[in-house]
């Protein structure tokens, strides 16, 4: 990737939460299993950043908010009606992975963040 590109990437506006962000590298995507989450404290925050089996990247906040406890990049990742989800290992609460919305309570909401693969390392805006 060109200067040019990254420099327009990491000013690109989070489509999901409307916020702009500065990009972190997180990790290489080898240490991301298929199918599971890992967790990563960025700005203060604890971000869950789960690839799936096809290596599409979604990352989310981790906390659950039912169970108030940071957990959800343990969580298990499935699909729902054709929406890929992470539920939570608490409560088994469901997480859209795309839009952070509860699937059994749509009025809670988690943050989401965008999230891409650079030279075989993951980058999270936040």
Not at 60 to 83: C, F, K, T
Request: charged share 20%.
């Amino acid at each position: 990737m060109s200067q040019v590109q990254q420099a327009a990437s990491e000013a690109a506006i989070n489509q999901i939460t409307g916020e702009v962000g500065a990009w972190h590298q997180v990790c290489a995507l080898e240490d991301i299993w298929p199918n599971m989450g890992v967790c990563a404290l960025l700005e203060g925050r604890q971000i869950a950043i789960f690839r799936l089996q096809d290596n599409q990247l979604y990352a989310m906040d981790n906390h659950d908010p039912h169970s108030d406890a940071n957990v959800l990049s343990r969580g298990i990742v499935g699909d729902l009606g054709g929406e890929r989800v992470v539920a939570s290992p608490i409560y088994k609460h469901h997480y859209q992975l795309r839009t952070g919305v509860c699937v059994e309570d749509a009025s809670i909401r988690l943050n989401t963040y965008a999230v891409e693969l650079r030279d075989g390392a993951v980058w999270v805006q936040v």
